[in-house]
């Protein structure tokens, strides 16, 4: 049984950070392409991170130079480092493993920025 389940979001301050875990189970991980989606409400869920098997990123325009996405294989986990957060960043985020056509999804993890 495939698992991808994340952790770390919450509550936190503009220009605070956050660090989002997905620890995976029941896949190879490293052979995955991981990534973070974010939905918020009443827009569509959208990319805002990848990583592949060979660490190569990208990241969504919105959160370049704020975000860092990192795995580590031996933990089977990736992460999302997010920094100077804004109230536009408030979102249900979304772990997902992908190889080929075949791709799994976490339950997802509140992240709210507010004053």
């Known amino acids: 049984q495939v698992q991808l389940v994340e952790s770390g979001g919450g509550l936190v301050q503009p220009g605070g950070s956050l660090r989002l875990s997905c620890v995976a189970s029941?896949?190879?991980?490293?052979?995955?392409?991981m990534a973070w989606y974010r939905q918020a409400p009443g827009k569509q869920r959208e990319l805002v991170a990848g990583?592949?098997?060979?660490?190569?990123?990208n990241y969504a325009d919105s959160v370049k130079g704020r975000f860092t996405i990192s795995r580590d294989n031996a933990k089977n986990t990736v992460y999302l480092q997010m920094n100077s957060l804004k109230p536009d960043d408030t979102a249900v985020y979304y772990c997902n493993a992908l190889k080929r056509s075949t791709g799994y999804w976490g339950q997802g993890i509140q992240v709210t920025v507010t004053s």
């Open positions: 029941g896949i190879s991980f490293s052979f995955y392409t």
């Open positions: 990583i592949t098997r060979d660490t190569s990123t």
